[in-house]
Nanobody, 120 residues
Framework: QVQLVESGGGLVQPGGSLRLSCAAS????????MNWYRQAPGKQRELAATITSRGTTNYADSVKGRFTISRDTAKPTVYLQMNSLKSEDTAVYYCNFVLNDVNGGRNSYWGQGTQVTVSS
């Protein structure tokens, strides 16, 4: 089993920045993608940002231009740099690793979630 440990959440004022980190507890065979989801109160979980094994990134329209996803595949760790934060970015943020296994299948692992609150 792979455990994902998140850090970096907290309270920030509108316009501020935060950097989230998510590290795997051990090395992995092969990474398919590394993702950040978020879930605001009363809303469904949504995909905020993703980075593929080739380094291709994609973002939800709501965060495009403000958030940047990056990774360190050696550790492996994924980061989410969040700038120009808005109150609507308030949510629990979850990291997600989709890993390829030796049999050609894929397995999905989740972090425990970290609260990000944007408020003055």
């Amino acid at each position: 089993q792979v455990q994902l440990v998140e850090s970096g959440g907290g309270l920030v004022q509108p316009g501020g920045s935060l950097r989230l980190s998510c590290a795997a507890s051990r090395g992995v065979f092969s990474i398919n993608s590394m993702n950040w989801y978020r879930q605001a109160p009363g809303k469904q979980r949504e995909l905020a940002a993703t980075i593929t094994s080739r380094g291709t990134t994609n973002y939800a329209d709501s965060v495009k231009g403000r958030f940047t996803i990056s990774r360190d595949t050696a550790k492996p760790t994924v980061y989410l740099q969040m700038n120009s934060l808005k109150s609507e970015d308030t949510a629990v943020y979850y990291c997600n690793f989709v890993l390829n296994d030796v049999n050609g299948g894929r397995n999905s692992y989740w972090g425990q979630g970290t609260q990000v609150t944007v408020s003055s």
